[in-house]
T-cell receptor
Framework: GIQVEQSPPDLILQEGANSTLRCNFSDSVNNLQWFHQNPWGQLINLFYIPSGTKQNGRLSATTVATERYSLLYISSSQTTDSGVYFCAVEGDGGSQGNLIFGKGTKLSVKP | GAGVSQSPRYKVAKRGQDVALRCDPISGHVSLFWYQQALGQGPEFLTYFQNEAQLDKSGLPSDRFFAERPEGSVSTLKIQRTQQEDSAVYLC??????????????FGPGTRLTVL
């Protein structure tokens, strides 16, 4: 099946710093979503981005489907950005629509 | 509007007990998914419903796991004779459309199951 790799696994930032999180996937995808899992476990949708670039406030994401990767940019990080960021994909090989998740990037933003 | 809700939020069971976990998807959403998230890992797919039809249960780890969505809305995940390895967070997600057209999946807060 499709493989999803995220890097780095852990990231520590000082408040105000910028960061880039990467997601590589091994096959063509129909769907790619970025999530933030907060300390209470809630998965919060950040972007639905199977291709192209989107921006939402301090966050933006780019997916280059032909090269099988996606990037999540966080600018001017805040302590509330702490948590785990997941990339999840749905393959286009006849799957039922279920998402395949990477192992996540654990972000800690220090004041 | 209301998001996906799950209950209970926390469940402690003794090994061997049966448990039932409930998911209320966003109203009108056709697709419903269950995922299992072990500590420190990403969620893993368990099963998928399109309306009341269970179209994929390939991720269910054993025949002790059973899911239903009888009226195409609320879903229940049942685990019989729970074992310690069943301890995890169980997440439910829903999306507006069926599998032929991909769409954003919205997740509930999860049920944290601890089996003693």
């Amino acid at each position: 099946g499709i493989q999803v790799e995220q890097s780095p696994p852990d990231l520590i930032l000082q408040e105000g710093a910028n960061s880039t999180l990467r997601c590589n996937f091994s096959d063509s995808v129909n769907n790619l979503q970025w999530f933030h899992q907060n300390p209470w476990g809630q998965l919060i949708n950040l972007f639905y981005i199977p291709s192209g670039t989107k921006q939402n406030g301090r966050l933006s994401a780019t997916t280059v489907a032909t090269e099988r990767y996606s990037l999540l940019y966080i600018s001017s990080s805040q302590t509330t950005d702490s948590g785990v960021y997941f990339c999840a994909v749905e393959g286009d090989g006849g799957s039922q629509g279920n998402l395949i998740f990477g192992k996540g990037t654990k972000l800690s933003v220090k004041p | 509007g209301a998001g996906v809700s799950q209950s209970p939020r926390y469940k402690v069971a003794k090994r061997g007990q049966d448990v039932a976990l409930r998911c209320d998807p966003i109203s009108g959403h056709v697709s419903l998914f269950w995922y299992q998230q072990a500590l420190g890992q990403g969620p893993e797919f368990l099963t998928y419903f399109q309306n009341e039809a269970q179209l994929d249960k390939s991720g269910l780890p054993s025949d002790r796991f059973f899911a239903e969505r009888p009226e195409g809305s609320v879903s229940t995940l049942k685990i019989q004779r729970t074992q310690q390895e069943d301890s995890a967070v169980y997440l439910c997600a829903s999306s507006l459309v069926h599998r032929a057209v991909t769409d954003t999946q919205y997740f509930g807060p999860g049920t944290r199951l601890t089996v003693l």
